[in-house]
């Protein structure tokens, strides 16, 4: 009996902990701070136009062989023909 106790009591705080893990706080991802100064907000503005510049410099690499191992692996073995007796 005290040990289905402990164990719910158990299940119960790691429950809570998980919960109280997804709410919005300070510092961490998806939280907006409404008190940002101008300053930092023409920053960001600044960073995301340098991010967006530099993805236009970049090419696609579609076109490219994308195997990184290509040059090391070696050839598959060729076929071997059937031959009928």
Do not use: C
Request: glycine content about 6%.
């Amino acid at each position: 009996m005290p040990h289905r106790t402990i164990y719910a009591t158990l299940i119960v705080i790691l429950t809570i902990g998980a919960a109280s893990a997804q709410t919005d706080k300070p510092g961490l991802p998806g939280y907006t701070n409404i008190l940002r100064s101008g300053q930092e907000k023409d920053n960001d503005r600044e960073i995301d136009r340098h991010y967006q510049s530099t993805r236009k410099v970049i090419p696609d690499a579609k076109n490219e062989n994308s195997d990184p191992w290509g040059e090391v692996r070696p050839e598959p073995p060729a076929a071997a023909k059937n031959k009928r007796h």
